[in-house]
């Protein structure tokens, strides 16, 4: 079956670093769009950021853009989400997400969904 695993989360201080990592299974990686996701308590989940079958033209939000760098190894199976300058308010858990070839913003429109990797920015 398809797994989806995160990894990379943890605790930083503001203006930090860190690396998201999504190692994915059970299913032909290269054919898949990448999208992560976050969800803070009590509001929506939100795209971070998402990556297309064959890389290109990756998706970021004006809250991240400029923050926040997706890439993928389908060698690996793996995306990543590189994330620095983080602020208080980018802490939330976050997901990477599957759809088959193009990228896309919303949740509804993933099929197949990781647990998640907690991030915590302390101020």
């Known amino acids: 079956q398809v797994q989806l695993v995160e990894s990379g989360g943890g605790l930083v201080q503001a203006g930090g670093s860190l690396r998201l990592s999504c190692a994915a299974s059970g299913l032909t990686f290269s054919s898949y769009a990448m999208g992560w996701f976050r969800q803070a308590p009590g509001q929506e989940r939100q795209v971070v950021s998402a990556i297309s079958y064959n890389g290109g033209m990756p998706y970021y939000p004006d809250s991240v853009k400029g923050r926040v760098t997706i890439s993928r190894d389908n060698a690996k199976n793996t995306v990543y989400l590189q994330m620095t300058s983080l602020k208080p308010e980018d802490a939330a858990n976050y997901y990477c997400?599957?759809?088959?070839?193009?990228?896309?913003?919303?949740?509804?429109?993933?099929?197949?969904w990781g647990q998640g990797t907690q991030v915590t920015v302390s101020s």
């Open positions: 997400a599957a759809r088959k070839f193009l990228l896309a913003t919303r949740p509804n429109e993933y099929e197949y």
